[in-house]
């Protein structure tokens, strides 16, 4: 089962705008990390924000986790034409000492029109 | 230093027939985890290995099975296959040291896997 939603399920903006998705989740997590995956092919790993983090940047990006709230936001600054994909969040929980996998949301798909 | 690989990267297969897929864990990474995403969805987590032995797994079947390799490299077996099998699936393998995998995962491209 999926552990939580991202927001919107699509979103199509114009190249050189920001771009916002959102994430909530429905656990306790140790890490929530962001995720790309272009034309359904394999998920390229962006940035991971731990549990006692609440905000982390890395280059364009920037994450931001609120765990009272059980939620993410990442922000994609000056949008490009080659970040038109579809964006994941997944969370690690505390149980079973870590070997649980990753719990994916069922991703916002981000279109940058040129 | 190589990524992850996965073989093949299409397969078509009848229902009730097996399937073998194979990835390749990135050099380094002794954890390998298996996910299925079906189309438009996000990946489910169905298993992962660690130590040549299985150390967590998702809600799915025993018919999904899988092997990891003293390389560390692993295998996905599929018994009985069924129409709702039909997905991409995917490997991801990490570092782990001591408890737990916390960290990012390497992803393969992917094999996708269509049953009739």
């Known amino acids: 089962s999926q552990q939580g939603e991202e927001d919107p399920q699509a979103l199509s903006i114009q190249e050189g705008e920001n771009a916002t998705m959102n994430c909530s989740y429905k656990?306790?997590?140790?890490?929530l990390q962001w995720y790309r995956q272009n034309s359904g092919r394999g998920l390229v790993h962006l940035i991971l924000?731990?549990?006692?983090?609440r905000e982390k940047h890395s280059g364009r990006l920037r994450v931001t986790l609120d765990t009272s709230k059980k939620s993410s936001s990442l922000l994609i600054t000056a949008s490009r034409a080659a970040d038109t994909a579809s964006y994941f969040c997944?969370?690690?929980?505390?149980?079973?000492?870590?070997?649980?996998?990753?719990?994916f949301g069922k991703g916002t798909h981000l279109i940058i029109q040129p | 230093e190589t990524g992850v690989t996965q073989s093949p990267t299409h397969l078509i297969k009848t229902r009730g027939q097996q399937v073998t897929l194979r990835c390749s864990s990135q050099?380094?990474?002794?954890?390998v985890s298996w996910y299925q995403q079906a189309l438009g969805q996000g990946p489910q987590f169905i298993f992962q290995?660690?130590?040549?032995?299985?150390?967590g797994r998702g809600n799915f079947p025993p018919r999904f099975s899988g092997l990891q390799f003293p390389n560390y490299s692993s295998e996905l077996n599929v018994n009985a296959l069924e129409l709702d099998d039909s997905a991409l699936y995917l490997c991801?393998?990490?570092?782990?040291?001591?408890?737990?995998?916390?960290?990012?995962?390497?992803f393969g491209p992917g094999t996708r896997l269509t049953v009739l």
């Open positions: 991801a393998s990490s570092p782990r040291t001591g408890l737990s995998v916390l960290h990012e995962q390497f």
């Open positions: 656990t306790s997590i140790n890490n």
């Open positions: 924000i731990r549990s006692n983090e």
């Open positions: 997944a969370t690690v929980g505390y149980s079973g000492g870590g070997a649980d996998g990753l719990t």
């Open positions: 050099s380094g990474h002794n954890t």
């Open positions: 290995y660690y130590r040549e032995e299985e150390n």
